[in-house]
């Protein structure tokens, strides 16, 4: 893969990351996973076709500035995510107590 080549994926990344964000903040969750996924794969292919050679001028600029766009827009998602998930963590173990409540008392009392 030459210089452009990997540029061009890293810009597929950065502009998927920033359809993350939009949907992390719809919350549109399954939508988040589909391109999450899509994400992986062009990382993968980075992994794996990007060559270890030194970027000179305006090609290594571009490329930080990408890189810097895709973190900002990781920080941003996990800024939404992570409560979200701590919500979610919480009704879970909620429902889970409250099974093990019902089970533990919920049977003495039919039978």
Do not use: C, F
């Amino acid at each position: 893969m030459n210089s452009q080549e990997v540029l061009s994926l890293y810009e597929t990344v950065s502009d998927i990351t920033g359809e993350m964000l939009v949907a992390a903040q719809k919350r549109d969750w399954e939508q988040l996973v589909v391109l999450e996924s899509r994400v992986a794969g062009h990382v993968s292919s980075l992994k794996t076709g990007e060559e270890p050679t030194a970027l000179t001028g305006a090609t290594r600029l571009r490329k930080v500035q990408i890189i810097q766009k895709i973190l900002a827009h990781d920080r941003l998602i996990r800024d939404i995510t992570q409560p979200w998930m701590a919500e979610l963590a919480i009704l879970m173990n909620s429902a889970g107590t409250e099974r093990k409540l019902s089970q533990a008392y919920g049977g003495k009392q039919a039978g």
